[in-house]
Structure formats: structure tokens, C-alpha cells
């Protein structure tokens, strides 16, 4: 750690690199990743002094990389994960939990590199634990530890990635996933159709516009690089190379593959005549005739499979919406089969597409299982994972534009009182409209203002009050306001609680 | 860490106990506990033969009191959930999520004794974090960080403590709290009642039998132990023995105060006299009354407030489950007001009311949101933690009692085959349904049994099946079947949505 004469210094220079930008009009996210960073800067600071002053002031933060959900973010969380839920429903998956760590061992050796970013608990005598990193691992351990042989589950929960983030892109440590696998020795391509539809039904039901679901298939990629000339110990480094091209041009992906990864010119060229191919099912056809790969058991073999879960996903109507594309290789180890990602595609006013990023993806992983069980015993999986996050951001992002206010309380009456001392009144209606199942809510305060009420209610989006006054107690009545239109009505205080379902079922049918 | 060959001796003697218990016929927990220390230690043999021989086979098993939740428990789980967020919800709440770590220094200085449980984080560089211990500490950050005054807020997350958790009696490591807080400047105990009431009706609304809220003031026991002649240093760990009246007779306590606390024979006898006593609002009356009591300013304060709460509950008609106990005492350092707990009564045929322990808890707590704000400013709250865990183990125990089975799933129409060679007109059946927003599946096999289909909506309590077969198809219909009454009517194929409409609504109807 730096000391803290060095940290003060620091804290200057951001201080003064954050004022530059706000002077000059910077670019809100621009801003922000520098004020981030002079947070950081404080909060090592304030370290340093409890360090050696003990206790003291802090700064008041969050952990770098993760934030708080405010009630509006709440909100759009909530219907976003309901509407994914209900499509997961739809196709008959069981949920299940697992917790928030496991024994390290678990996850050692099932991340490659990324292994860096896996969060270590201290040890503190005991287990040696550490934050989950997804949640098929966890799932893969599940079926092992329980001996489960067939099940289709969804899982939507945080996980934990030491990676150094951009929030301003909306990525975090702690992020949501949101999963759904079919485990289970079934017949070839079947399970895996329905996760391409699953995939179509959500982002469809969530209203994200235009997107392509791109396929392809693991076997033809190990085949194409063996015709191609690759040695199969470089297959996985190629492939990773290969999965850069939806960010980096091909020329970039070839120099890191001649440069880096060590293959000839000659080799690289000819996977890139490859990887720059994509289309339907003729292009299935067309490379089943090509004169390398028809001779490539392995490029054949994944071939045929493409051409079968094609077939399949015309019976889906998920056909329109897919894309086979040879660049499609997908980061992690463990896919044996079938890998998909669909991409959100941006603008197309001006005639092109522009991807904005990856909003869900999945493949098939046949041997995880296997890795957890002491006989070595295999359960095929396959499986999707939702981009959630990336779904929160586009939905807070479409709310700020069209200023929508979002409610983040759900009542539906709120209990006012005209003059002073109608305290126990008040209590009472609560209680009794409470008891009826209206949700329902009053002043914190004995004596509060009419007007300071009512306000509550048009701030708070309340669509009906009932206010007490000394009068119409006497006359036996109560009114009811309606809060938009302010109309207000007398209503006898025996039936109120027969005009208020009316009422109330009215504004709920209001869609 | 113990070496290798220590370890398989402790390994050898456990499983010899588990050998015994078992062969004596033990009960399930004892047997349960003594599995699990066996585990531990092999787990531990593990740990210790990675160490020297790298990657190797591992015990499978969730980290030591942690516990995966299957779709059975989940669907209980839900059902909880759902019933006290639609409580919560009623009065009024939002929702907030917050990180599951915190700086450690957030966590720092507020568990007294307790943060000896507090989880850390390694070291890996950067902030040093811990896991959240509870909600109510994060939930006094947040409100400080972000500077808000007034809030009606629920959470509902995992909390961890490195208890040495007795799992058998429902106690983990990592459980849910599921907490409701009102935080503002607002007049006297008006949000408290509503807190007593919101347990109420969670606590009836699941239907958890007979229960007891007791109200206690930390005004009234500081101002009681003043008056005893306890001096004020004192006051908390003497708080802290009188929280441990509901497990140990007085008796004990009374040996704890002098033995360990260091009171006066007298003095914990003047106590006694207090912490025994619990009534309604009568007792509050005399208590004014009292010699001692009624010349201590704190006491008097506390007493009026109970005074004053008690007449809201009886507006919001939570008197009849209330109970003024002055034996009441929680544990937490920062309570500073009002505090309560509810227990559940356990079989009272014998006469007699059997505490089986506390269910909800909480209280005031004013002081918690200025601990955080640099300029001390204060936001008084208060709030109420559902022991959630404990009613899942309540629900559980419940349905295993009487033997329902839990639906894990929502499907409500199986689409089945009663031939080979019709998977084509399967998947555009299901296609179809689910674009209709059912929830339907079909086997993964091409070519599945009949009659292992129909098994298969038995057993998973499917509601219809759609029987597709050769003849129908050239009649242009389909065969459905009720799979409770195996009741078979063919319907035309073009009127099945609206034929499955009118069913599925039947069967949401019944209750």
C-alpha cells in the first residue's frame, strides 16, 4: 500500500484532473470513471489513517465495482426478472439456490485465466471458500453432489468477478445472472432448440428491439482449425483469438495469431476465409461440400448438427431471428457443442446494423458434471444465460428518455385528516381498510397539514384519499378524492370499504 | 491445520461414532450432527492432500452450515416470501438491494461482541471487505450515503455469520433476513405500532398458529437498572444476561449477574423483582406508581412511551397478541427505544403455552444512521427482521406432516405422442401453445413412450395432456386428456387454443 503523504498527492492530482473535466464540459461517464477513481484514492486514504490513527471518519462508499439498487431500480429489476421468470415457467423449469460460496477446489480449474478474478474469502481457520463466479459451476456441483441425472432449472442470483470494470459500460463485480439449463441425456439438438427459444421469447417479451442469435457449433470449430492446419494443442488459444472478431477486425485477430499465438500466415489466412462466413442453412450445405472440411470428421460431425438444430428451430419460429456465423467462438473452456449468443443490433436508420453487445448467450457443456463426480460420471447440459444487467441498463436507460416516473410504492388509499385531533380516527380506518387487504398508508405525524397530505399522494402517484373531517364524521360520511382529477365524493362510512374495491379494481384493470 | 495422518485418525473415530449412533438407533439430528463433523474432517483430508499433491478428488459438499435449496424448498420459499412482501407492500414500502460486502470498516464497531462472526475477505489488494452481517447496518449506510431523511423500506437477502450454526435446529451460516424500517423524524411511537402490526399480520397471514409479541423500552430497563443500583457502565452486559431469561431460569441469570457481571446479591434481587414481571397497559399503571421507578426520569420516559404504543395497538387491534415483558431485552448494542420480539406458542392441549422461540424481532434504533454521516446527523429508525428461516423450517416440517406433494413446476399441458415419427408435429404444437403464453413441454426423445409420457404428467402433477396420433391427424383433431379423471375428448386441431383456454382457466380457479 502506497503511504499516505503519497496517497494525499494523488487525491490532489485526480481532484484537479475531475475540476479540468467538469470545467470543460466532459461527457457525463467520462466524468464519472475519474471521480471513480478519486473515491478510490479517498477510501485507500481513510485505510491508511485507521491503520494508524484507528477508527476515524471514512469514506462512505460501496466496494469499487458494485452499487446499491435504489426503490426506482427496484422497480425495473422487478418486472424485468418477472417477465424473464415467466418465460422459464412457460418451458417447465424448476428453480433452485445454492449458496453465495463454495469450497475453493470447486471452482479451481474451471476458469482458466479468469481464475485471477475469483474473490477468496479469508481463511479464519475452517474451509477455504470463495464467491461464486457463475452459476454452472455451482449447478454442475448440485447435480454431482445430489446425483442428479435429469432436471431443467433456472437460477437467478449474484456473482462475483474481481475484474477491473467499467460501470460507465454498466459492468460490476457483483452482478446478476440469470440462467436456465436443461440437464440430461436426450436426443441430440432437441434441448438445445429450446434454449434458442427461450432465448427469442425473452428478449421479444421484453421489447429490446432488433437482435441476431448467432450459432455455431464447437465441433466444426476444432474441425475447421484442424483442416486448416491449427496443431490441437493451440486449438483453445486460437479459438479465443477467433472470439475477439465481433469487437477487433480480422487483420488484428490474424497479427495476434501469427504474432502471439505462433501460427504461419499461410494458416491463419485460411481460417480467416472461414471465419468471416456466416448465413442459414445453405451455408451448412455449402460447407458440407467444402473440400477440407467434408474430409474433417470433427468439422462433419458439427456440420450435420447445425444442419439438425436449424431444422429445428424453423418448427420454433425462432429461424428469423438466427444467424450461423463461423466467427462465433465463445470465451469459456467447458462448451462442447452447440455455443449461441444473440446481439442486440443499434440504429439501423441509417441502413446498417451496429451491434451494441451481447445480451444472452449458452452452449452445451456435456463433461462439467463429470468433473465433480468421483466416478467421473457425465451428465449432458445445456444451457442459457441471460444478460441481465445489460437488460437493466437498457431499460433505465429507455425510461429516462421518455420521463416516465416510476412508482415504487404500490399503495392504493392513503388516510388523510382535514383538521387536528382526528388521530384515532385515522388509526382506525387504516386498520380496518389494512384488514379488507387495501394497501394503504397515512401520515407519520399527529397533526399533519391537508395540504402537505395530498401533496404525498400526487408525488407519491397515489390514485385515491380518503380524507376525515369533524363534519362529515358527524353526518356519518367520508371523501374520497379521487387524486388525478381531484374529485372529490362523499361516501357513507359503512360502505366504504364496497366503493373502494370498485374503485381500486378500476385503476388495476387500467393497464 | 492438522497433518494428514491426524487428520485420517479423527476421520477413523468419527465415523466409528456415526457406526455406534447409527446401530443404537439415535435420532436423525444426533446422527445428522455427528455426519457432519465427519464430513468436515474429510473435507479437511482434502484440503490437506491438494496442499501437497495438487488437484485431486475433493468431498463433495456445500461450505460447513450452508445448504443448497431444491426446487421443493424453493417453491416454499416463494410462497413465504410472497405472503410478506404482499405485507410489506400493503404498508407501504419500497425495496432497496444493497452489495453482499461492505468496507470492513462499515461493519467495524457495530456487534460488540459478535463481530468475532463477521466473514472477511482475502486480501487480494484494494478495499478490504466483509461479508453483510445483517441488513439493518448496510440499510444506515445507505441512508447516510445518500443523504435520505425519510424511507419505508423492505430487504429481503442472505446475511452471514461464522456462527457454530446447530443445523439440525434451523440455524445456518449464510440465511435469509427479510427486514421492514421506517426511518424519518416523525411523532411518537407511530411508526413503532405500525412495525408491531406489520408482524401481526405476516405472522397470521402464514398462518403460524398462536404467537406472543412482547414489548419492552430500553428507557425503561436503563431507568430500572439505574434505579436498582446498577451503575450505567453496566448497564449493556446487564441487558445481556436479562435477554437470556427466555432459555435459563432466574436463577441462573441471577448467578451470571453476581458471578460474572459482579453485582450485589441485593441489586440483582431488586432486579428479579422487575423481570419477572409482564402485563398489558394495567402494569404500565402501576409501574408509574412504583416507589423506585417512578423518581427515575429514564424510566418514566420508557413507561410513557409503553403507555402510548399501547393505545395505538389497540387501534390497530394487535393488543390481544401483545404482551408488556420486562424480561425482554434483545441483544443488539443499538437499540435505543421501543423493542420487540414475537414467539411462537408451541401445542397448548396440555394447558400449558410452550414458547418454541422467536420468530420476528426489532425495535428502535436512532442513533445507527449518524454513526455514518460526518456531521453525526442522526435519522431515527425502526424496524422489524422476520426469522424467516425458522418459518421455512416451520413450513416444511408442516407439508412433510402431511405428506402434499409440492408442484415444482407450472406446466399445464404436456404435448404427447402416441406414435413414432411425429416430433415434427410436436414441436410445432408446443410452438404454437407457448406463443399462446402456455406453459407446455415435451419429451426431449424423438421417439418417447406413450405411456412413459403419460407417467411422466402423473408424477409431476400436469394437468392436460395433448395426445397427438396418425388418425387424429387425418381427422384434423387432437386427443386431450385429463390426467387426473384419464378422461380422453378429441377436439378439432384449429380449436384447441381456445378448447385449452377455457380449461387452464378451470383448473387456476381451484383454490
Known amino acids: 500500500m502506497l503511504d499516505k503523504v ?38 485507500q486514504l481513510s485505510n491508511e489513517e485507521q491503520a494508524t490513527n484507528g477508527p476515524q471518519k471514512f469514506t462512505l462508499k460501496t466496494p469499487k465495482g458494485t452499487r446499491d439498487y435504489s426503490p426506482q431500480q427496484m422497480v425495473i429489476r422487478q418486472k424485468v426478472l418477472d417477465k424473464v421468470v415467466s418465460v422459464f415457467k412457460r418451458h417447465g423449469a424448476e428453480s433452485i439456490d445454492t449458496p453465495i460460496f463454495e469450497l475453493k477446489e470447486v471452482l479451481t480449474g474451471k476458469y482458466g485465466e479468469d481464475s485471477k478474478l475469483i474473490y477468496d474469502l479469508k481463511d479464519q481457520g475452517g474451509e477455504i471458500l470463495s464467491l461464486r463466479y457463475d452459476l454452472t459451476v455451482p449447478f454442475a456441483r448440485y447435480l454431482a453432489m445430489n446425483k442428479i441425472t435429469n432436471i431443467k432449472r433456472y437460477h437467478i442470483a449474484k456473482v462475483y468477478r474481481r475484474d477491473n470494470p467499467s460501470i460507465t459500460r454498466g459492468r460490476y463485480r457483483e452482478f446478476y445472472q440469470c440462467d436456465f439449463d436443461i440437464a440430461g441425456a436426450y436426443d441430440p439438438m432437441i434441448p438445445d432448440a429450446e434454449c434458442v427459444k427461450v432465448i427469442q421469447e425473452i428478449l421479444d417479451s421484453l421489447d429490446m428491439g432488433s437482435y441476431t442469435i448467432k450459432l455455431n457449433h464447437r465441433l466444426l470449430l476444432d474441425g475447421m482449425f484442424e483442416a486448416c492446419g491449427v496443431p490441437s494443442s493451440k486449438f483453445r488459444s486460437i479459438c479465443s483469438a477467433v472470439d475477439k472478431l465481433d469487437k477487433s477486425p480480422w487483420e488484428e485477430v490474424k497479427k495476434e495469431m501469427i504474432d502471439e499465438k505462433g501460427l504461419s500466415e499461410e494458416v491463419a489466412d485460411r481460417i ?127 425510461l429516462a428518455t421518455i420521463k416516465e416516473k416510476v412508482r415504487t410504492t404500490e399503495i392504493e388509499v392513503y388516510v388523510a385528516s382535514a383538521q387536528k385531533n382526528l388521530f384515532e380516527e385515522r388509526m382506525k380506518l387504516c386498520n380496518e381498510l389494512w384488514k379488507n387487504g387495501f394497501k394503504v398508508e397515512h401520515s407519520y405525524k399527529r397533526n399533519p397539514k391537508l395540504l402537505a397530505q395530498l401533496q404525498h399522494c400526487e408525488d407519491q402517484g397515489i390514485p385515491l384519499a380518503l380524507i376525515l373531517g369533524e363534519s362529515e364524521i358527524q353526518k356519518g360520511v367520508v371523501k374520497m378524492r379521487d387524486v388525478i382529477s381531484r374529485v372529490e365524493t362523499e361516501v357513507e362510512r359503512s360502505k366504504v370499504i364496497e366503493e373502494l374495491q370498485k374503485r381500486v379494481a378500476q385503476f388495476n384493470n387500467v393497464p
Open 272 to 398: 480467416g476465409t472461414y471465419v468471416r462466413l456466416n448465413g442459414k442453412s445453405e451455408l451448412v450445405e455449402q460447407l458440407l461440400k467444402d473440400e477440407k472440411l467434408s474430409k474433417n470428421k470433427s468439422a462433419v460431425e458439427g456440420l450435420e448438427a447445425m444442419k439438425l438444430v436449424l431444422k429445428y428451430c424453423d418448427f420454433y419460429e425462432t429461424s428469423s431471428n438466427i444467424l450461423f456465423d463461423l466467427s462465433l467462438a465463445r470465451g469459456l473452456d467447458y462448451y462442447t457443442g452447440i455455443i449461441y449468443e444473440a446481439v442486440l443490433l443499434g440504429d439501423t436508420t441509417n441502413g446498417e446494423d451496429v451491434s451494441v453487445g451481447s445480451i444472452a448467450g449458452g452452449g452445451r457443456y456435456d463433461n462439467l458434471v463429470g468433473m465433480f463426480d468421483p466416478k467421473k460420471k457425465q451428465v449432458p447440459c445445456v444451457g442459457v444465460s441471460i444478460g441481465i444487467e445489460r437488460i437493466f441498463s437498457v431499460m433505465e436507460a429507455k
Open 6 to 43: 503519497k496517497i494525499e498527492e494523488l487525491i490532489k492530482e485526480q481532484g484537479d484532473i475531475v475540476r479540468q473535466l467538469k470545467a470543460a464540459k466532459e461527457s457525463k461517464e467520462k466524468v464519472a470513471e475519474e471521480v471513480a477513481k478519486l473515491l478510490d484514492l479517498k477510501a
